[in-house]
């Protein structure tokens, strides 16, 4: 999504004081104008702190927000990365349905650590997670006995990282990617194992040969497609519609 930043939005973060984790406005402003210069600083990933009374970023904002007051535009850098993460009461009914206590688990494409953090709550040994931002894989390595691999997973191989019983994913959308991750991450599972991804709605009625051919490997495997209700990613910046694919490998 991108944001076209107003005249008045652009005076006001040029007077702003803006260092490598911090931004201030000059002043209070009015209402209009504040919610303005908020869905920008936002954009820009920060996050206002009541107690420091200032915006926080995890990651230096001064070049995105420089190249915004240049261009008079921004993108949110959350929507850019499609960084819609898994919502915790989704990620604990995938571990909850998914994973036996001792389980060796994958998530592909961590995010922000939802899927790994309840897989850990439901037993299991050992978490791989992979993930290609970095600022989000300096988060990730903040959860205990979680090994994190950097990078892009459609990259890595089950020789590199191993088999897994349990394969928990969330992955991008855009350009079909979720089917391509989930074909990607079928290669990794163990047999028996468990594969559950949420994906884009499409998958249930696109009518390409990718879609075709997807659906009917998830039928001959006696997995289900199941539509999530509206709303179900509403918290993570969102209202896309996502079902829930689970498949086992049982040869």
């Given amino acids: 999504m991108t944001i076209a930043l107003s005249p008045d939005v652009r005076v006001v973060l040029e007077r702003s004081a803006i260092t490598a984790t911090t931004l201030s406005l000059p002043e209070q402003l009015d209402r209009k104008l504040y919610e303005a210069c908020a869905k920008v600083i936002k954009a820009a990933g920060g996050k206002w702190n009541r107690k420091a009374a200032t915006h926080l970023f995890a990651r230096d904002p001064r070049e995105q927000l420089g190249l915004a007051l240049e261009t008079g535009t921004i993108v949110d850098e959350k929507t850019e ?3 819609f993460y898994t919502p915790t009461h989704l990620a604990t009914r995938m571990a909850r349905e998914a994973i036996d206590s001792g389980d060796r688990v994958l998530e592909p494409s961590a995010g922000g650590g939802a899927l790994v953090t309840a897989a850990f709550q439901y037993g299991a040994f050992e978490v791989v997670a992979v993930e290609s931002d970095p600022r989000s894989c300096a988060d990730l390595r903040g959860i205990p006995d979680t090994e994190v691999v950097e990078g892009d997973f459609l990259d890595r191989s089950p020789n590199g990282l191993g088999t897994f019983d349990t394969v928990l994913m969330n ?6 990617q979720d089917v391509t991750h989930v074909l990607h991450a079928w290669k990794f599972l163990r047999t028996p194992g468990v594969l559950m991804a949420v994906m884009s709605a499409g998958v249930r009625f696109r009518q390409d040969k990718l879609y075709e051919s ?3 490997q998830v039928a001959q495997g006696g997995g289900t497609i199941e539509p999530l209700p509206q709303g179900t990613f509403k918290e993570s ?3 896309v519609e996502t079902v829930l694919v689970r498949v086992e490998k049982t040869q």
Avoid: L, M
């Fill in 171 to 176: 992955p991008p959308f855009a350009k079909r």
């Fill in 214 to 216: 997807f659906r009917k």
């Fill in 237 to 239: 910046g969102t209202c």
């Fill in 81 to 83: 990365r499609e960084a």
